[in-house]
């Protein structure tokens, strides 16, 4: 190796996102490939993923239509502007989605991931009430513990401390709901917590707070994922859709995470039978390969916009990426894989075998509390008093040593395995957690 060689590949170069950088560079976790349910380090182990990547490898890697998809695309058409030009695959992926979508839900924005959906989606609202002669509505609502991507909409909507505190004041006009994670009253339950559907009628006392003219939009994850997997108690949702109906004020979902497949359903829409006004969607839409959101929104947000001259721009605002080509196909394949080989089904028939597999680990050590929905589930542990956060992270290090990468997110283990899963490897990576907690 020369002195070059070295001198690029010394990882010092590379800020890593979300990461101990320090701790990593000491002792790196390098991945050479993966395919189907694992990774291969690049010391030549296998590495079950038990996070399908970042939520969003729902197919599981190297899915062939996909990949066969990409290469195809790219000797064709590798990149079209969106601007005053079009390609068909884009507009035959807004289509599809349109027809996946819950209810009214029949247009669609592209963006190229979930933080740019976000800002969309909140752009959107803001000049939705504009168009309809509402101005004054600027004000936006999200939740504590909230995640909406790491852009400045998203992070002042969001309610991760982490993700805020050293930013600034961030935008202006933003409140934030209550969250609903109450080990309390609902530690240890299966399936949607009973207690908290009362903490959505703080949106009434926000309302008689600023006034419904002033707020534009209400902005929550179905399934809080990023905090912990927060699940919403039962009537929760829909008590938030009946207020937000009721003082004319637009209600966003956040399925960065919930969307494809992850809940067994197409949307957590679906799943929790509510109908938002508008949906936020990436990760799983190109099962990770490329790059990509989308933002879904109903008619009469679209319509509003379609007005005056037919030659002017009805909405200033996009990205160069929307609608790539490459991650069009992407997309398109991801869909038909989902759709032929019933993942989606797949994913539902699995949720109680995978809630049974995560509550046999309830009298662990450290253990407090153990929630799954979809495939999708977390296990919160007892914060060390003097350093939180590192029991969590001590457990991740055991376990992708024993061969098993999962997720932290403050001191609850999160997973989110691909959708491909066998009974068998729902038992190996429950099992490897176990051993992980007990060591």
């Not at 058409?77 to 507009?91: E, I, N, S, V, W």
């Not at 805020?164 to 530690?187: E, K, S």
């Amino acid at each position: 190796m020369n002195a070059e060689t070295k001198i690029r590949n010394d990882l010092s170069a590379y800020w890593m996102p979300f990461t101990a950088n320090r701790q990593f560079k000491d002792n790196p976790r390098m991945i050479a490939s993966a395919e189907g349910m694992y990774y291969t380090t690049t010391d030549g182990r296998k590495v079950m993923d038990g996070t399908a990547g970042l939520w969003c490898v729902n197919a599981g890697h190297r899915a062939p239509r996909i990949t066969e998809a990409v290469q195809r695309q790219v000797e064709e058409l590798d990149y079209a502007p969106a601007f005053q030009m079009g390609h068909p695959k884009a507009f035959e992926l807004a289509s599809r989605l349109a027809d996946l979508a819950p209810g009214k839900l029949k247009h669609v924005f592209f963006t190229n991931s979930g933080s740019e959906s976000v800002e969309t989606a909140l752009k959107i609202a803001l000049a939705y009430h504009k168009a309809r002669g509402e101005a004054g509505r600027t004000r936006l609502i999200g939740r504590e513990k909230g995640y909406h991507g790491v852009n400045f909409g998203g992070i002042s909507v969001g309610g991760l401390v982490n993700n805020r505190r050293a930013f600034g004041t961030l935008l202006g006009g933003v409140d934030h709901l209550p969250h609903t994670h109450d080990i309390a009253r609902n530690g240890f339950t299966k399936g949607q917590p009973e207690h908290g559907a009362e903490l959505a009628d703080e949106l009434e006392r926000m309302v008689a707070l600023h006034g419904a003219e002033t707020i534009a939009a209400v902005i929550v994850e179905p399934m809080a994922g990023s905090a912990g997997v927060i699940l919403p108690p039962q009537g929760y949702l829909q008590k938030l859709r009946e207020i937000t109906r009721k003082h004319g004020i637009l209600l966003i979902f956040d399925e960065v995470i919930t969307a494809y497949g992850r809940l067994g359903r197409a949307f957590g829409a679906d799943y929790y039978g509510v109908e938002p006004d508008m949906i936020t969607t990436a990760k799983g839409l190109t099962n990770g390969v490329i790059p990509m959101g989308a933002v879904l929104a109903g008619e009469e947000i679209h319509n509003a916009f379609m007005t005056g001259p037919d030659h002017m721009i009805e909405l200033f605002h996009g990205y160069t990426y929307s609608g790539n080509p490459v991650a069009c196909a992407a997309a398109l394949a991801a869909l038909d894989t989902y759709r032929e080989e019933e993942l989606f089904e797949r994913a539902a028939s699995l949720e109680d075998y995978w809630a049974d597999a995560l509550f046999s680990l309830k009298d662990k050590p450290g253990v407090i509390d153990i929630r799954a929905v979809g495939l999708v589930g977390a296990v919160e542990l007892e914060p060390f008093a003097d350093t939180p956060t590192k029991r969590a992270f001590d457990t991740y290090l055991r376990a992708w040593d024993k061969g098993v990468h999962l997720r932290t997110t403050g001191d609850t283990i999160a997973m989110s395995p691909p959708l491909i899963i066998e009974k068998s490897e729902i038992d190996q990576l429950v099992g490897t957690l176990g051993e992980a907690l007990d060591a």
